[in-house]
């Protein structure tokens, strides 16, 4: 019987890797969940099911590694805030926008416009607009299946440079949410009374 439950624990393990939005956690649950079944397969002498996912769990740590790894395929492009893609990319995943900055309306107002992407592809925006040497932040977004890609990181330490090169000195947002606080308190931003501050 014993037996039967790590069989059926590494299958719900499995089941539920397929149901992550999350790169990342698809990823360790997967990997949790092959290495069950190497146990239940050194159990029941099953060879093929103990070779099997043991290549599942050695890709599962490559493609770890590579997430979570020091980011080569990470950019920034600089856009108008009128530019249509930003405008149906941020009309496509408003509702998840809203999720954790519900004051978020539309990038009209911004004079500073990046798109960041992943393998080319987008997965972010920052919207801002200029005040001397600040940047105010209206948006910091990243999509839901890459918030755990470290893009946040990337920008305001590895990518800073870009923002330095256009003046800005310091970035200041606010957070309505207690979610995107402590996204903020992650990325370096320090509070300043109801807004947070991160120097460049």
Known sequence: MTTELVGYLASAL??????MTSVVRLRVISFVGSVTFVVYGALIGAWPVIVS???????????????????????????????????????????????SQPGFTSAHLDDVAFVLTREGLPAGALLGRRDGRDLHVD???????????????????????ALRGKGIRRVVATAETD????????MGFAPDGDRWVREL
């Open 14 to 19: 499995i089941v539920t890797s397929l149901a």
């Open 53 to 99: 996912n043991a290549i599942i769990a050695l890709i599962n740590v490559w493609h770890l590694r590579r997430e979570l790894g020091p980011r080569q395929d990470l950019g920034m492009v600089e856009v108008h805030h009128e530019d249509p893609y930003l405008t149906d990319f941020l009309r496509t995943h408003l509702d998840d926008i809203h999720r």
């Open 139 to 161: 948006l910091d977004y990243v999509m839901h299946a890459y918030r755990d890609s470290r893009i946040g990181r990337w920008l305001y330490a590895d990518r800073a440079g």
């Open 179 to 186: 979610v995107h606080r402590r996204y903020l308190q992650a």
